[in-house]
């Protein structure tokens, strides 16, 4: 019996791999004059970030002219400025995610396309790292968080302005209007009307403690970041 011949299986169409794409002259010209507006951004950015530790400075510095203007004025306004100082750090802090944002774009662009650019002239993008850009720019967000902003601004700038707030307010205790003979005799300097001087004391210890605590969880946080970053491929602009 001579039955129907069983129809041959179609051979599997091969699969070809995306040819990868390349950047013309116009693309490459108009990613050049993105980066420069990025730099420009960043440049402004970081021109805000300055202005406000200016404005730190030269308030603890009036802070300092007053209460080292005679051996009788108060110590309040080292105290007083201390909450000049956390309002221009959270100013600041708030500046720096915007800063960042445009200075993660301009060194990805530097690390990506320029970099491997000058180097064999292959940029690579297979890795896709122009996806992780052009993904930023259609769904812009901030690459740190707040506290991590807080935790670099103070150990740029504001840890330092704090201790140096901190060891004029102590010099102020032992050198005016007297030299200090106790510690009975300091904290009573240190009282500010029907706040003793104890609390004073104690809450100052505490504010620099916690910007130091701050200052010391950024700082791991980044080397943390840091390490996997250098041992696995990173996607992140942060």
């Known amino acids: 019996m001579g039955g129907e011949a069983a129809p041959a299986t179609p051979s599997p169409e091969p699969v070809l791999e995306p040819e990868r794409k390349t950047l013309s002259s116009s693309e490459i010209t108009a990613v050049a004059h993105l ?20 404005w730190a400075v030269v308030t603890l510095g009036v802070a300092l002219s007053i209460s080292f203007a005679s051996p009788d004025s108060s110590p309040l306004p080292l ?59 259609l769904a812009p967000t901030y690459h740190v968080s707040m506290m991590t902003s807080v935790g670099r601004r103070l150990r740029s700038n504001y840890l330092w302005i704090l201790l140096i707030q901190s060891m004029a307010f102590a010099g102020k205790l032992a050198v005016h209007p007297t030299a ?3 510690w009975d005799d300091a904290m009573s ?3 500010v009307g029907p706040v003793p001087g104890e609390v004073l004391v104690v809450a100052g210890v505490l504010y620099v403690g916690a ?17 996997q970053r250098g041992s696995v ?5 942060g």
């Open 35 to 54: 980066y420069r507006g990025e730099v420009y951004r960043s440049t402004i950015w970081r021109t805000r970030l300055d202005t406000t530790t200016n």
């Open 79 to 137: 105290v007083l400025v201390g909450v000049l100082i956390l309002l221009f750090l959270m100013l600041e802090a708030r500046r720096y995610r915007y800063f960042n944002v445009w200075r993660a774009r301009c060194r990805w662009m530097e690390k990506h396309f320029y970099a491997p650019m000058l180097d064999d002239g292959d940029l690579h993008l297979e890795d896709n790292w122009q996806k992780t850009l052009a993904q930023d720019y």
């Open 180 to 182: 200090v003979v106790s």
């Open 189 to 191: 300097r240190a009282d």
């Open 211 to 227: 910007a130091a605590s701050m200052a010391l969880w950024s700082w791991r946080a980044d080397v943390q970041r840091g390490r």
């Open 233 to 237: 491929k990173s996607y992140s602009m």
